[in-house]
């Protein structure tokens, strides 16, 4: 099982982990997430969608079917956000350092144990539908790999959309088909959603 193997590379009380993680909230949590990892992760409690790092209902699932607990899960979550793999064997973008710190780690690590592959109805997603506002799509799909002041989001992974002022066309083609360790979008987005979103980083991009 994933969550058993970590635990045990991790040790006993969070070693090599930077501490146990213990406590946090979880609603603030799911609001962290969304804003900083949703972009790369899949998560139905967060409505995310994100294919470049792991679908995490994958992950825990089975292992929560398992008898896994919710603390351990915690602990591997944390541990993975406080010293993550960066550099991929396969290429892919790695998982940025400090996307949460301090509390907000244990935080975020409390709703990810908390509701990954968790199909009782407090760790239900929203239920309203995919998003077609572009700032939105932006925010949920991209935010966490790109930075762009108009929508608060800080990524490092991919360029800085604010210095590269992306044309529309471009943002369309980079969306659709993707580019070295971008992941293609078709398929995932619907076209209007991409048509949406390109229209927001090409009007708001350096501004």
């Known amino acids: 099982m994933a969550v058993a193997a970590a635990i045990a590379a991790a040790g006993c009380g969070g070693a090599g982990t930077g501490g146990l993680s213990t406590g946090g909230d979880a609603a603030k949590g799911k609001a962290l997430f969304k804003e900083k990892c949703a972009s790369c992760h899949t998560l139905k409690a967060a409505d995310a969608t994100g294919a470049i790092g792991p679908d995490l209902d994958g992950a825990f699932g089975p292992d929560r079917a398992q008898g896994i607990e919710d603390s351990s899960i915690q602990q591997v979550v944390a541990g993975q956000i406080r010293i993550p793999i960066s550099t991929t064997s396969t290429g892919a973008p790695g998982m940025p350092a400090d996307l949460v710190t301090g509390d907000d780690v244990d935080s975020v690590a409390a709703f990810v144990a908390k509701c990954a592959g968790n199909p009782d109805e407090a760790c239900a997603g929203s239920g309203g539908g995919a998003a ?12 966490g790999c790109h ?7 800080a990524g490092t992974t991919g360029p800085n959309l604010d210095d590269s002022k992306p044309p529309k066309a471009l943002v369309v083609d980079r969306v659709t088909n993707g580019k070295a360790n971008m992941q ?3 398929g995932t987005l619907s076209d209007e959603q991409i048509q949406a979103v ?10």
């Open 147 to 153: 930075t762009l002041s108009d929508a608060g989001t």
């Open 184 to 186: 293609p979008f078709k």
């Open 132 to 143: 077609t506002s572009g700032k939105d799509i932006f925010t949920s799909t991209c935010g």
């Open 198 to 207: 390109a229209d927001y980083v090409s009007s708001v991009a350096g501004t």
